[in-house]
């Protein structure tokens, strides 16, 4: 409820006050500055607030209060009053907001929606609200007797009660009508409660205990420690150990002390596929208080959302897990920060605000006074810049735990394998990948193949003319879908059904190209019908709690083989797993992004360290088409120091990230004519402002020049610092008169160029 206050501002010789307040909703950020009144003395930055403008009443966010001058409180309207009776939004994590929108070039609305989701704002996602009934009059023998045979719904109903003792039970289990006559008799007590929606879907967690630690992890355990004590003194550390080396045992002991001592701790992972593994892991670990742990991601509905935030908020919550947005978590007494998988690009969001969510979760560290840590087997390059010029501290998991070997990896040519899928058709299996699975199969282990394509073919080719179908509203060829009987556009979601004859020519000689892991789901139960396969990608796993499920089946030893995409690829952890085969290496690896290399290697390192994670050796076989590329070898060789070597100096003879920030500027509109000229209008004025030590290259059409119905051109710049660009870049932007239907973003430390 809101506190209704009276139109003016009370004297007293009280210092009058004002708040500058965010409006909700707004597309560009609306600020407007309220008089305080005497009833809500003590409003700070984080309160949210009811406010009029003009003659609509509106909500919004204070960001600063400031003492307001005698001849401006006549012309402020007051604040209405507070939609919540606490500071919704902690001062340090306030703070940090303003940071992600300097830094990040980013209206601070967007940045309030990603600290506000529209499911703590809007007031339709409430608390949940249930009914249940107790029984309250101690009912004798000849009484139930006599209910049996008078109204035997209304006896079931005593005798569950009964069984249960005191224990509340939910209304819905029974008939309403019974429900009414009991209650009636006073012989039932009903209410209504608050409940709290479960993320997990009921699931259980068997509780585990904590490792014994070999000698590496428990040196790093104590440089955490170190830092969690005296976080103010320490660095960002860098845990860089190799797959199965055992950083999440490091995670969980040292959370356990953070929490012995009273704090919190923020776990981000970087895809939604992870987050039930690590979850799982948690909440079994710190079973006796799995309440304490809350789990923020976009697969939650609008109500666990709700739910989730305000556990959070409330303080009852001590543990979040959850990807990038979690940075935006509303929890205070913070201990410590864990980035998992910290190369991920997953990390960066795309839209506004395009933060980077490794790199404001340092800056957060710092804010809060709390210790950071950043976990991977393949750092990414500029983590690994970072900790190599000792601005963090490097800490080394260099083998596996229990001793446990890496596996062999075996790179194979594609060019030289035998097309056995007949004339036109690809090569999905080499011969040894099929013997490989063959022999595990035999042994009772299992296998993981990766692709990171899905559907069933990645384009249809007219062996006619050479059309390929494309999508009507993006430069990018449609890809097969089969079970579902259609094309689909992976840019936009486009979807249309697959022709029978050229649309260019009309002939029926149309020919699929390529192929996804749905085609591989088809070869491999072809291939080896008595294995049990499953399929994990974003089209398999659309359904809530499939990819669980399927994840659980797995580890449970119920399936055979699993075919899947990059929500395979890191992260999970089967014992019994000793083959995993990587088809067509080179997908990533030859588009027009400097950072190709490293995602290649990350990619094929991380997905070979799910092979012979238990006692059983594992073997890795890669299928590729450039076996000698050196992001090949070195991920065959496990050796990220020597490609980290070798890939910074290409990134300091091209003036790249890490060596340089950059700062991706994207003009896109409808006509294509205008979107390229006002790119090219808008580089001759930087060329005229930019100091000259900022690099910047030519316009240029992005490399998906289309995408949803708009033309897309950009320019690349770099500097050694951020605010060396995005300083005078914003007075440009914001000095220039954009044409109305051109839209212009700026990406401060872009992960994808296209």
Known sequence: MEDELPQGIGGGGRLPMAARVLLDGAVAD??????IPPALDGVGPGARVSVMLRNRRMTGTVLVVYPAAEAEVPRLKPLLGLLSERVIIPPALMA???WVAEYYCAPMESVMRALLPEAVREEKHGEKRQRFVRLVKTVSDDELAALRKKAPAQAGIVDRLTLLGKEPVPATAFSPAALKSLAAKEWIEITEETVERDPDGGESFLASRPLTLNEAQQRALNAVLEAVAHPKEAKPMLLFGVTGSGKTEVYLQAAQRVLDGGKSVLVLVPEISLTPQTVERFKSRFAEMQDQVAVLHSHLSQGERFDEWHRIQRGRARIVIGARSAIFAPLEELGLIIVDEEHEGSYKQEQPPRYQARDAAVVRASLEGCAILLGSATPALESWHNALRGKYTLLRLPERADDARLPLVRVIDMKLEKNKAGKGSPAILSERLRIAIDQRLARGEQSILFLNRRGYSSSVVCQACGNVVQCPHCTVSMTVHREAGRLVCHVCGFQKLAPRKCPACNDPAILLS????????????KVFPTAKTARVDADAMARRHTLRDTLHAFKTGKLDLLIGTQMIAKGLHFPNVTLVGILNADLALHIPDFRAGE?????????????GRGELLGEVIVQSFTPHHPAIQH????????????EMEFRRHGGYPPIAHAVLVTVRGERENLAEFTLKTLHAQLLKTLPPDILMGEPAPSPLVKSHDQYRFQILLRARHTSQITQPLMAVINAMKMPPDIITTVDVDPVNLG
């Open 30 to 35: 609306l600020e407007f500055d309220y008089s």
């Open 96 to 98: 940090f907001g303003k």
């Open 514 to 525: 390529g192929y996804g892991t749905e085609r591989v789901e088809e070869v491999l139960r």
């Open 599 to 611: 995602r290649t290697f990350s990619l094929l390192t991380q997905v070979a360290g799910r092979a």
């Open 635 to 646: 991920a065959r060789q496990h050796d990220y120091e020597g490609f980290s070597e070798q």
